[in-house]
């Protein structure tokens, strides 16, 4: 099967800012945010929200990075690249760049949440609406209904680009 494009560099470029705008517009009073991407494509989203953040805000934006084994997540501690006593009532974005079956984010989640956070919230990039596990992003860039054999393939580098393989 030959891949379709869901989403072009434009596209990204465009859901990404608007993305940050909304995190703005839902956390303009706090004076500190902590976005943690998931380790890969993920994080490289989580760093360009933050850089479009940056921009609007006066007031410190923390990027972090989540690290786990999303094959088998209970394999080993999932490793957060931020101090957890950090993220003690603060607000807390997570960001990846796909929901597929929602596995990944909600082991990441539940990593967070061994701390006392403020506010918890999920962006994404493309949210798939056939989900295994109960997970649903706070600020999305575009939903798309796909069955449980399709895949979404997110590419964030020199090219962007969003596949429905």
């Not at 995190?23 to 890969?40: D, F, K, M």
């Amino acid at each position: 099967m030959e891949n379709s494009t869901v989403l072009q560099n434009d596209q990204i470029l465009q859901k990404t800012k608007r993305i940050a705008y909304q995190i703005h517009e839902n956390t303009y009073n706090e004076e500190e945010v902590y976005i943690g991407g998931i380790a890969g494509t993920g994080y490289i989203l989580a760093e360009r929200i933050v850089a479009h953040l940056n921009a609007l805000r006066e007031k410190d934006v923390h990027l972090f990075e989540i690290k786990l084994n999303k094959k088998h997540p209970l394999g080993e501690r999932i490793q957060i690249s931020v101090d957890d006593e950090s993220l003690k009532n603060n607000p807390v974005i997570v960001v990846d760049d796909v929901i597929n079956s929602g596995k990944t984010m909600i082991y990441a989640v539940n990593r967070i949440l061994e701390n006392p956070v403020k506010i918890l919230k999920i962006a994404t990039l493309v949210n798939r609406t056939h989900r295994r596990y109960p997970v649903q992003a706070d600020f999305v860039g575009l939903n798309i209904a796909t069955t449980l054999q399709d895949n979404i393939l997110v590419e964030l580098g020199e090219t962007n680009g969003a596949y429905l393989k």
